[in-house]
Structure formats: C-alpha cells, structure tokens
C-alpha cells in the first residue's frame, strides 16, 4: 500500500502562482510512476502532467503545457507541480497518483492522494 498526500493548494489571483507537492509513504517496492491530475465541478477527473520514476519523460495536458512542470526528488519520495500563470479555468481539486504502468488515463493509477483545492479568482 502507498499513502500519498497533497499539500499546497489555495486561493490565489489569476496570473499567480502555486506549488504542489506529493508526498509518497508506505510500501517501499516500486518504483511508481507518478501523475498530477484535476476535477472541477461537475467535470470528470482529467489528466495534468505525469512523470516517469526515473524523471526522463513529462507529458502535459495541452491546457496546462508551458505553464505547468511536473518534478519529483526520488530521495524525499515527492513529486511536484509547479503551476504559473493560473487562470480561472484551473480552479479544480487536484490529485496526485502513483502508478507501476506508463500510462495518462485514472483508471491506471493504483494509488490516490485525498486532493488539494485550487482557487483562481479572476
């Protein structure tokens, strides 16, 4: 079993910034992919950025590339979602996931954190 949990989330301006982190505790076996994911309000979870564990490959969502990165330090157990130039359309809960397959869609992910709530007011 591995625990994740989210922190970082909170209300900020449009054109603001926010850093999320991901701790990852538990069994130690892996080594997890890892991704960042995002619900809004009567919306379905959808994908953000992903990482693979060694680091090398970081896919983004066409909505978020360019002003979202996704980094992981494997020594802390963390991964990482740095996220500027935020606009309204960002406002969502946002989770992160581990996985042991190279995967985007939810259903690959083994492991949910409990999510963090974004606010972007315009």
């Known amino acids: 079993q591995v625990q994740l949990v989210e922190s970082g989330g909170g209300l900020v301006q449009a054109g603001g910034s926010l850093r999320l982190s991901c701790a990852a505790s538990?069994?130690?076996?892996?080594?997890?992919?890892m991704g960042w994911f995002r619900q809004a309000p009567g919306k379905e979870r959808e994908f953000v950025a992903a990482?693979?564990?060694?680091?090398?490959?970081?896919p983004y969502a066409d909505s978020v590339k360019g002003r979202f990165t996704i980094s992981r330090d494997n020594a802390k157990n963390t991964v990482y979602l740095q996220m500027n130039s935020l606009n309204p359309e960002d406002t969502a809960v946002y989770y992160c996931?581990?996985?042991?397959?190279?995967?985007?869609?939810?259903?690959?992910?083994?492991?949910w954190g409990q999510g963090t709530q974004v606010t972007v007011s315009s």
């Open positions: 996931a581990a996985a042991s397959s190279w995967a985007w869609p939810p259903k690959s992910y083994d492991y």
């Open positions: 990482i693979k564990w060694t680091g090398g490959s970081t």
């Open positions: 538990g069994r130690a076996s892996g080594p997890y992919n």
